[in-house]
């Protein structure tokens, strides 16, 4: 049972335009939402995150929208650079495994290439 | 660079083998995570250590084991291997125990079963 969905596998943008990746969860109970990115041979790297409580959050060029009633959210990357060319993973919180401690979910990523 | 390393690389293994992954964490990073990512697939949670006592279990095999050590590095190790058990094996590792939203990942490992 997969939790976290990104459906598509990737995506191609031209250089200077929007970029938008898309997350689906099933999970009601997930409370925080995150965006990693990972380049060839590197690991993920936090992009960008949001609480559960706020739909939207903004950090320079990318902009992550939250969804609750749908159980979606997005990642918005404008303009695009051909530096942005990574894979994209979304991920969610709220697997509480006791001790004070969270884990998160990730869906399978989409691979983002930014053509110049 | 992440801060976190983790050796070896790449590793090509034959089935019914054990290997072990080994992630020394940034410093003072008391929190490790090890995650694995199939082909085609999310990075699946496999177990965290906090200050060397194990915190968190996820879809972790009984025939992979880890711990973390005084010096706070962390091993995982998988037994008898088999060819699913193929691909990159992650870990990261963060100040507090509270999860990994602000943990720091290494390059991985990747692991062949052949």
């Known amino acids: 049972d997969q939790q976290v969905k990104q459906n598509s596998p990737s995506l191609s943008v031209q250089e200077g335009r929007i970029s938008i990746l898309n997350c689906d969860y099933t999970?009601?109970?997930?409370?925080?939402f995150l965006w990693y990115k990972k380049y060839p041979a590197e690991g993920p790297t936090f992009l960008i995150s949001?609480?559960?409580?706020?739909d939207k959050n903004e950090d320079g060029r990318f902009t992550v929208f939250l969804n609750k009633s749908a159980k979606h959210l997005s990642l918005h990357i404008v303009p695009s650079q051909p530096g942005d060319s990574a894979v994209y993973f979304c991920?969610?919180?709220?697997?509480?495994?006791?001790?004070?401690?969270?884990?998160?979910?990730f869906g399978k990523g989409t691979k983002l290439s930014v053509i110049p | 660079d992440s801060g976190v390393t983790q050796t070896p690389k790449h590793l090509i293994t034959a089935t019914g083998q054990r290997v072990t992954l080994r992630c020394s964490p940034r410093?003072?990073?008391?929190?490790v995570y090890w995650y694995q990512q199939s082909l085609d697939q999310g990075l699946q949670f496999l177990i965290q250590y906090y200050n060397g006592e194990e915190r968190a279990k996820g879809n972790i095999l009984e025939r992979f084991s880890a711990q973390q050590f005084p010096d706070l590095h962390s091993e995982l190790n998988l037994s008898s291997l088999e060819l699913g058990d193929s691909a990159l094996y992650f870990c990261?590792?963060?100040?507090?125990?509270?999860?990994?939203?602000?943990?720091?990942f290494g390059q991985g490992t990747r692991l062949t079963v052949v």
């Open positions: 990261a590792s963060s100040v507090r125990d509270r999860g990994p939203a602000e943990a720091f």
């Open positions: 999970n009601s109970m997930f409370d925080y």
């Open positions: 991920a969610a919180r709220g697997t509480y495994s006791g001790a004070g401690s969270y884990q998160l979910t």
């Open positions: 949001i609480s559960s409580i706020k």
């Open positions: 410093s003072g990073d008391l929190s």
